[in-house]
């Protein structure tokens, strides 16, 4: 199994040498000078960072690890000092991104991207898709790229340089329209959301595609649970990779390897620390946490220490190709979006998919947990296949009560599960917007049942 494509390209960015040996040691020396660099950097530029890190110069870092004692950036600093971050003129910004919450509106995170930074994803992109897509494939592009600088234009860019031609599809309306291009098209690799891309798969009219036409499929935008990728793997006996493509980061934050165990992180461009997501604490490698991640060569709005929300673990040991690059577990989900039943247990959108997607007909589902009194409730709205082959209430419910969190409250008599609904209506899901359970806000209801809810 040859190396991660990463492993050269991470070494050259480093080193300023090509084929120079790639070294931990190395990539430590790299960057604490990337560090001190752009701590400097914000301390000069930004008026939210001359503030916050006060007292905390570079030189104050004589390890990576030293990165610690610096303070976290936070979702709310961005929402409540975005026009404080940007280091450029409003002329050098290339590509604004403004990410609003799915329950409260008027609560967002505004991104801004410079033409180098920009240039920055689109080499990400072309070195994260040599493992995917070789010269003369072509890709078809489930990512909004109507915009320059969107994902998908600057993943066609990337595509162009390695040969592969790319064609923006955009986030997926009308699937059967899809299909129809993929097979008019001879689309032969995919890069999309992981539940657009499983309503393909789930598809009536999927027969319409060749056996063995789709070779490699790329999963990014969203957590993709392992029952979607297998479900992908079944129907087209494609590779699937995943890939980590936060915003915050520019999209370009790691990708899997044909070793398919664990992202290959971009650390020539970010510094990655594991967190405990209340402490703060840093957490051992194998335990999970929260991502943090510090920018070390952006320019319009370096990012120190921002807690992303996305929880994952690097994993220990060396990958099966070889690299000396750290890997990264695959996120599994967004502590922000975890909800805390009346139970005391968390649930997250992860737990549910884990249990839901393996269960034949479904291509998405919506669920909301509304708080009556003292009484949680539970509903999920099952969004079904072309076929309308959806499983029955009986298998989506006795699914439900194999999530520990859900067990737990409903043996307890603190959470009651609705019954199950259906909808042939797939709502666009989009990188900008997670997929997360709806927490509705507390109100008085008359009519609570005062029994458990059991099947």
Known sequence: MQKTQFESWISEKISGLRGQLLTPEGIRRYQLQKLRTVVD????????YRERLSGLPSDSLSDPEDLSSFPFTTIQDLHKYWTRFLCVSQTQVERVVTIRHPQARDQFRRFF???ADLELTVDFFYHGMMAIAK??????ILLTGDKPGSAGDLLTKALRRAGVHGIVDGIVMYPE??????????IDCLVGIPTQVLALARREDVGKIPAGQIKSILLAGDYASAAVVNELKRVWGAKVFTAYTPTAMGYAGGVECEAFSGY???EADHYYEIVDPISGMTKAPGESGEIVVTTLTRTAMPLIRYRTGDMSRFLPGPCRCGTE????DRVRGRAPDMVRLLSGDWLGIEDIDDVLFPLGGIVNYYATLTRYHKLDRLEVVICSGANGAWPSSRRVFNALQGVRAVDNAVEKGCLILEPIKYTDENRVTTCAVKRCIVLRSEKECEDVPSHKRRL
């Open 135 to 140: 010269p003369g494939q072509r890709v078809l």
């Open 264 to 266: 290959h992180l971009c």
């Open 177 to 186: 329209v899809t299909i129809r291009e993929i097979v008019q098209q001879k």
């Open 41 to 48: 950097y914000v301390l000069e530029k930004s008026p939210f």
């Open 325 to 328: 690059l750290r890997r990264m």
């Open 113 to 115: 991207f410079s033409g």
